[in-house]
Every structure is written in C-alpha cells, then in structure tokens.
C-alpha cells in the first residue's frame, strides 16, 4: 500500500483505505539467499454506525433511527443495540425502547457488515421525570372562597415550567407560571367538583395529572319569630331556620344585651331594662356554613311605681300620692289602690283614707300601662296610737319653795313615748325629762296657794295626748326670817354685839351665836364673844303652817397688833432668861439682828421663836458682858410693819 516496510518476522499492518493489496514477504538467511512469496490481501469497507433520536419523558418510548453506512461495494449485514438500562438488546434497524426510570443512558449500536466489519457508535439518551402534582384544599361553604395551595415536587432534573388548573365547573382552565401562589376560586352553587392539576417540567414539558374532588356545601337559611313582652318577662325565641341536603346542628343567639350567648335551639331570655334590642340568630349547619339572621326585638317598660304616704295618730286621715311614671315611649291607663283594712279600694289617683283604728296596714298601688305592662309597689301604712297621759307625785303639798316629784305613768299600745311637756300651773314649763321635780313659789306669807299642772305627752310617732289635774298641788307660804347686828365687826377689846329681830309671818324663833349659846327668844339680849375669830349667827324661824326660814349673818371678832421687847438677858444655862428675843401677838413676818458697839453683825433671826444665845462669830466664839443695839422688823396681821431699834444689856 505504498508504506514502509517491515523487518519483523510476524508484523500486524493496518491499511488505511480499503481495496486489494499484494504482500510480499522476502526471507534471507545467513548466506545472503533470499526467496521470496506474494499473496493478495482484500481490505475490505468498515462501515459507519451512526443512529438518531429524540429525549424523551418517562413513560414514553423512545425511538431511535439507524443511519449506519457502508460502502456501495459492501453491506451491512447485522445490528446490535444495547439500551444502557441493563434491559434485553434489539437486533432490529430501528428498534423503539421504553425506559421504566428516568436518567441519562448510553445507548450503543454495533453495525457488522456481510465482510464481518463492525463500526459502533455510542449515544446518550436522556429520560426526564415529570414533576410530581400534589395541591392542598379544603370544602367550602356556598359563597366561601375555596383556597388551593400547590404543593408540587419538582422532577429530579428540571423545574416546574407551568400547572394547568380545572375546577370541574365547565370554567375554562387556568394557567399558571412559577412562582405558585395560593389561588383562590369561587363556586357558585353547592356540589362536587373534580378538580385537576397538570404540572409541566422544564425539560420537554414533561408533565403528570393529578384529579381530586372538593365539595362546596350548601348554606342554611337563618330565620326565628318572636313576641315583644314587658319586662321582666321571657321571651321565647321560635328558630325557624332550614337548609337543603344537610342539616343544622348549631345555634348562636346574640340578645343584644351584652349577655353570653346562647346555643338553644328555641331559647328564652329575660332582659333586665327596657328597650329595643338587636337579636342575631347564627345557625351552622353539620358541615360548618353560616348564615344569619338580625331582628328588632322590644321590651315594654314597666311603670315604675312610686307613692308617698304619711303615717297618722288614730283618728286622722292618711293621704296617699301616686308618684309613679314611665318612660316617654308609655303611658299609664290607670291605678288601684288596696288600703289593706280588707275592704277599701280605690282607682282615684291621689285619694285619702280614714282606718278604723291603731294598727299596721299593708298599702298596695298597682298600676297598668297601654301596653298591659304591670307593676306594683306595697308600703306599710302606720296608724299610730295616741299616749294614754297618767302622772302622779308622793307629796302634793308643802312648804315654799315646794319641790314636788312628777312622775310619769303614761303608756302607749305600741311604739314609745318619747316626749314630756310639762306645764306647772305656775306660768313655768319644762320638756326635759319624763319624771323631774319642779320647785313651787307663792306670793303670800299668810295663805296656800293651788297649781293645775297638765302633761302632755308626745310619741315616738308623733301622736300626743294630755292630762290636766286641777289644784293638784298646794304650797304653804314660808316666815321670812331677818335680823340685824350691831357694831359689826367687833374688837376682841370689847368683843359685845346687839341683835334686833326683822322677822315676819313667824311664830317661832330659834338663835345661834356661832360659839355654842342658843336662845329661843322672840328679842334676845345683847352677846358678848369670848375670842378673836369668824362667827355666824343663824336664826330659824317657823309659822302655822310648819314652814321654816332661817337668816344668817357672819361676825367677825378682830384681834389687836401687841409686841414687848426686853432690856437684858443672862445666857447662863440656867433655864432663866437664856435668849434674847422679842414676843407678840397677830405677827406674820419677823427679822432681828445683833450688832455690837462697833457695828459688828454677830446674829440674825427671822425666826420669831429663835432667840440670841450670847454667841457671836454664827456661833463660834462667846460674846462678852456688854450693851449690844437690836434691830427688829416685823409686819403685823393687817400687813402694816413695824421697826424697832435699841439696846440690851447681856449679863455674864
């Protein structure tokens, strides 16, 4: 073939084109013979493998197309394809293969001509996954917005490309792009709806279906009936609510009161004020939906009911007086009064009532609205009695000033006295107390005098009753005792008094002097008092009648200023004129000094019993024989003073 040559005793040699080619071999040996031999070698035409296909998604069958060659002179006689998935091999020109997996698989294609020539040629064949379709949903009510989340899975190779939707209502399909958001749909009647997600991948536009049903349930129909009450009463709430197919099994009532609700099918509720109130009525049926119903419910007011009355003393009238109102939206179409003495009514508004006697009745007004709302109100009417006014006093009679002792005996049936008016009969009164003494005077010294005193008693209630006892007390007249005294005060020098009587009305007389000497007659004799002091002089006097007076006067008896001072002393202890020191009588104060002839002080005293003893020096040393000057000052009883000053003689 025009190439080089080869020395190797068995070479190998490839010929690069096909066709027919004479080899010679030449063979030396060591002497330099040669011989040589020429045969005809055929190189016969390789052919070309070669086939085409298209990627395919899983679960769909790849085909694959033979374009092997050879050359005109050459055919190919046998095809050999190996998948790559480890499955069976194909001898066919063109097979079709279906993959149960998705991956990349090198698919191989041996090509062997009638010559034995064999050329291979080798593919990778890709089998994408779909993604895999999932959504989340829930069943909705009538009118509720059904929410599907898309959950898909992206394939293993690839993403999601689009998702095609189908709500089953003959709606025309939705397409979507990434990203996926939740999507909400709304259904306009209740049923079963299929619904199907078709999920695309990038690669290919591989795709897989996913088909679930949502149901749309159907909405109750909220509805109730009531009667509008006055208050206080109940109303009975009537549901009348319905749904088709399903059923209802909840109720919530809202009174519109801000009280709890209430999940009774048929309820009663009490409101506690008058007025117009929203009630709602929310039914559920056994899937879940709602509806509601809003109505106006009223309740009437009751008349509020209000009288005043006054509690009386038997005898009296009470009147009574309707206070009752109600509001603006109302009026009230009449009243009945019930007295509670078991046969007396009244439809007046504000009447009177005479009761037949003392006692507690039950008073009742009832009153009616145009609505026929109702209400009453009953009070406790009192009829008092009347104090029964009794009183006595131990004594009645006696002598001015006359105390009489008032006490008390009234009573009353029921409840308490609580007041006293006392008037004596003397122009003078009291309301202090329930049992007192009051003091009688009279205007005569000769003859009694008679009050009429009346007490009038009042009650706890008010109710007053009195009593009148005439001439009740009688008040003897009292002497009037008097006298006089002359000189007063008197002098202890002479210490002598007269007394004239100044008495009247008397026919008796009783004297004390004050020092023990008592006479009983009519002018008693002039008195002389042994000593300096205060005496009072009483005297008491009687008439016919036994009363008495007495009369007092106080006398003095003064004393007179005295003080002697001696001329010597001998301070000898001998008990005899041992101290000097001057004596008195009616002394307060009192100061003495001691000075010598030189005007030495050399003892003080303002000590009236303590006396010089003769020692000078505060004691120390022994005064000598001599004369020595005093000096004494007192003040007396009468608080004058007094200054004495001279000599005394000290004898040894």
């Known amino acids: 073939d025009g190439s080089a040559f080869s020395t190797t005793q068995n070479p190998s040699h490839i010929y690069a084109n096909p066709g027919n080619y004479n080899a010679t071999l030449i063979v030396n040996n060591s002497f330099g013979c040669a011989d040589t031999i020429t045969k005809l070698v055929k190189v016969y035409y390789n052919p070309t493998a070669g086939f085409s296909f298209t990627d395919v998604c899983l679960h769909d069958t790849t085909h694959f197309i033979n374009t092997s060659s050879v050359d005109v002179n050459s055919a190919i006689a046998s095809y050999l394809w190996v998948f790559g998935d480890g499955s069976a091999t194909s001898n066919l020109i063109s097979p079709s293969h279906y993959y149960s997996s998705s991956s990349t698989f090198t698919v191989t294609l041996v090509a062997t001509t009638t010559n034995n020539c064999s050329d291979v040629a080798n593919n990778a064949v890709k089998v994408f996954d779909p993604p895999m379709p999932a959504f989340t949903f829930s069943n909705v009510c009538l009118f509720d917005t059904a929410i599907f989340i898309n959950t898909s899975i992206n394939p293993a190779s690839g993403t999601i490309s689009s998702c095609i939707w189908n709500f089953g209502n003959g709606s025309a399909p939705v397409t979507l792009s990434p990203p996926f958001a939740a999507l909400e749909f709304l259904y306009s009647t209740p049923g079963n709806y299929p619904v199907t997600l078709i999920v695309q991948s990038s690669n290919l536009g591989c795709a897989d279906t996913l088909l679930d049903t949502i149901t749309v349930y159907n909405l109750p129909t909220a509805n109730f009936g009531f009667s509008n009450v006055c208050l206080n009463q109940p109303i009975t709430f009537n549901d009348s609510s319905h749904i088709n197919s399903d059923t209802i099994s909840a109720w919530s009532w809202n009174f519109g009161d801000s009280s709890p609700l209430n999940a009774l099918q048929d309820p009663s509720h009490i409101y506690l004020s008058s007025g117009a109130n929203t009630v709602s009525l929310v039914v559920t049926s056994n899937h879940g939906c709602k509806d509601s119903a809003f109505k106006n419910s009223i309740v009437h007011p009751l008349p509020t009911v209000q009288f005043s009355k006054n509690n009386v003393c038997d005898g009296n009238s009470a009147s009574f007086i309707d206070l009752s109102g109600i509001t603006a939206t109302d009026t009230i179409q009449s009243q009945t009064w019930d007295f509670g003495d078991g046969s007396s009514f009244s439809n007046i508004q504000n009447p009177s009532h005479l009761y037949p006697s003392a006692g507690y009745y039950a008073t009742q007004l009832l009153v009616v609205s145009k609505f026929g709302c109702v209400d009453s109100l009953a009070k406790t009417t009192i009829v008092n009695p009347n104090p029964v006014v009794n009183y006595t006093a131990p004594v009645k009679a006696g002598c001015e000033t006359f105390c009489v002792n008032f006490q008390d005996s009234s009573f009353i049936l029921t409840g308490n006295n609580v007041q006293w008016s006392w008037n004596f009969g003397d122009g003078s009164s009291s309301n202090t107390s329930q049992d007192l003494f009051h003091c009688y005077l009279t205007d005569s010294v000769s003859s009694p005098q008679f009050f009429t005193p009346v007490l009038t008693v009042t009650s706890d209630s008010g109710c007053v009753g009195f009593r009148s006892k005439n001439n009740y007390v009688t008040v003897y007249p009292n002497p009037q005792a008097g006298f006089k005294v002359q000189p007063?005060?008197?002098?202890?020098?002479?210490?002598?008094?007269?007394?004239?009587?100044?008495?009247?009305?008397?026919?008796?007389?009783?004297?004390?002097?004050?020092?023990?000497?008592?006479?009983?007659?009519?002018?008693?004799?002039?008195?002389?008092?042994?000593?300096?002091?205060?005496?009072?002089?009483?005297?008491?006097?009687?008439?016919?009648?036994?009363c008495f007076d007495t009369a007092y006067q106080a006398i003095i008896v003064t004393p007179d200023f005295e003080f002697y001072i001696p001329n010597s002393f001998?301070?000898?202890?001998?008990?005899?004129?041992?101290?000097?020191?001057?004596?008195g009588v009616f002394i307060k104060e009192y100061m003495m000094t001691i000075f010598d002839r030189w005007g030495n002080l050399i003892f003080y005293s303002d000590d009236i019993n303590k006396s010089w003893n003769g020692k000078a020096n505060q004691g120390n040393e022994i005064a000598q024989a001599d004369v020595y000057v005093y000096v004494i000052e007192l003040t007396d009883f009468q608080k004058n003073t007094h200054t004495y000053r001279g000599t005394v003689n000290l004898i040894r």
């Open 570 to 583: 001998s301070p000898n202890d001998d008990g005899i004129n041992d101290g000097f020191l001057g004596k």
């Open 488 to 546: 007063s005060p008197v002098s202890i020098i002479t210490p002598v008094v007269s007394i004239t009587d100044l008495s009247t009305g008397t026919n008796f007389w009783y004297w004390n002097f004050g020092d023990n000497d008592t006479t009983s007659k009519h002018h008693p004799p002039s008195h002389t008092y042994p000593d300096t002091g205060s005496y009072t002089i009483t005297l008491i006097t009687s008439n016919v009648y036994g």
